[in-house]
Nanobody, 119 residues
Framework: QVQLVESGGGSVQPGGSLRLSCAFS????????MGWYRQAPGKQRELVAA???????NYADSAKGRFTISRDNAKNTVYLQMNSLKFEDTAVYYC?????????????WGQGTQVTVSS
């Protein structure tokens, strides 16, 4: 059973930085596409960034140029470096692991970590 544990959230002033980490266990990390999603109060969960097994990345427009997703397959960990944080980045950030084969789609979520940007 895949387990995802996020860490690194907290409170930061606008313009500050945070680095989120997500520790993966229970399966073969390197075959999963890993993603970071966020959900602000009253809003739907949205993709922030994703990284495939070979390392291709995709970012939401709101994250481009400010956030960087990376993975360390030796440590079974995915990271989200967030710079130049804005008030609107305030949300619960969730780690996601996903993969598919001919028979099924496998999708796992962490418990979330709160990021609050305030002055």
């Amino acid at each position: 059973q895949v387990q995802l544990v996020e860490s690194g959230g907290g409170s930061v002033q606008p313009g500050g930085s945070l680095r989120l980490s997500c520790a993966f266990s229970g399966s073969i990390f390197s075959i999963y596409t890993m993603g970071w999603y966020r959900q602000a109060p009253g809003k739907q969960r949205e993709l922030v960034a994703a990284i495939t097994s070979p390392g291709r990345t995709n970012y939401a427009d709101s994250a481009k140029g400010r956030f960087t997703i990376s993975r360390d397959n030796a440590k079974n960990t995915v990271y989200l470096q967030m710079n130049s944080l804005k008030f609107e980045d305030t949300a619960v950030y969730y780690c996601n692991a996903a993969r598919g084969d001919l028979n099924a789609w496998y999708d796992y979520w962490g418990q979330g970590t709160q990021v609050t940007v305030s002055s």
